[in-house]
Nanobody, 128 residues
Framework: VQLQASGGGLVQTGGSLRLSCAAS????????MGWYRQAPGQERELVAT???????RYADSVKGRFTISRDTDKNMVHLQMNSLKPEDTAVYYC???????????????????????WGQGTLVTVSS
């Protein structure tokens, strides 16, 4: 399975960007999917995600400015980022846990395995 992220770039303070991530490959279903980011010298942190139960979690630092949405038919998530600040500068990574068919039982029931995947990252730079 591949997570392909797009939409990063350079923007001025106060500007907006929209990130998209598409999951493709052997996917039975997706348990959760969202975005993390990692700034230089810092640990990777959660930005926004759809949880297993379909709820949404945001980092406190982005609440009210970022909005996550999804297109379940296309296995995609989007992150609309408004009112960007220099401290939002980071590499943004798409993250998902999905179920993959790894076999079938004697009754033809699919055997599933949960796998966590990461995209390649897309750079967001906010200039002051």
């Amino acid at each position: 399975v591949q997570l392909q992220a797009s939409g990063g770039g350079l923007v001025q303070t106060g500007g907006s960007l929209r990130l998209s991530c598409a999951a493709s490959g052997n996917i039975f279903s997706i348990n959760y999917m969202g975005w993390y980011r990692q700034a230089p010298g810092q640990e990777r942190e959660l930005v926004a995600t759809f949880t297993t139960g379909g709820n949404i979690r945001y980092a406190d630092s982005v609440k009210g400015r970022f909005t996550i949405s999804r297109d379940t038919d296309k296995n995609m998530v989007h992150l609309q980022m408004n009112s960007l600040k220099p401290e939002d500068t980071a590499v943004y990574y798409c993250n998902a846990e999905y179920l993959r068919v790894v076999g079938t039982t004697t009754t033809a029931t699919p055997t599933l395995r949960a796998i966590i995947a990461w995209g390649q990252g897309t750079l967001v730079t906010v200039s002051s």
